[in-house]
Nanobody, 115 residues
């Protein structure tokens, strides 16, 4: 069974940076098949970053130019570098397949951006 474990969240001031990590186990599928989602309180869980079939990153408009998704094959993780954080980036962040049959969700990691 595939396990996804998110980590790296925390409290950060607006304009700051965080790096989230998604540890993937129980599958031999490519790490490129894992993206990052964000769930802001009271809203749906939205896909914000993924890696296309051609290997290039694709971002939701609000994070484009500020976030970067990258994989670490040695550690079997999919990471999200988040820079220039804004108050509206506050929420829970999850990793999972960007399409098709999803894996079971992890517990997520909470990001709080303060002014």
């Amino acid at each position: 069974q595939v396990q996804l474990v998110e980590s790296g969240g925390g409290l950060v001031q607006a304009g700051g940076s965080l790096t989230l990590s998604c540890a993937v186990s129980g599958t031999s599928s490519s790490l490129d098949d894992i993206g990052w989602y964000r769930q802001i309180e009271g809203k749906s869980r939205d896909l914000i970053a993924r890696i296309s079939i051609l290997g290039s990153p694709i971002y939701e408009e609000s994070v484009r130019g500020r976030f970067a998704i990258f994989t670490d094959n040695d550690k079997n993780t999919v990471n999200l570098q988040m820079d220039k954080l804004r108050l509206e980036d506050t929420g829970f962040y999850y990793c999972n397949r960007p399409s098709g049959r999803l894996h079971s969700w992890g517990q997520g990691t909470k990001v709080t951006v303060s002014s």
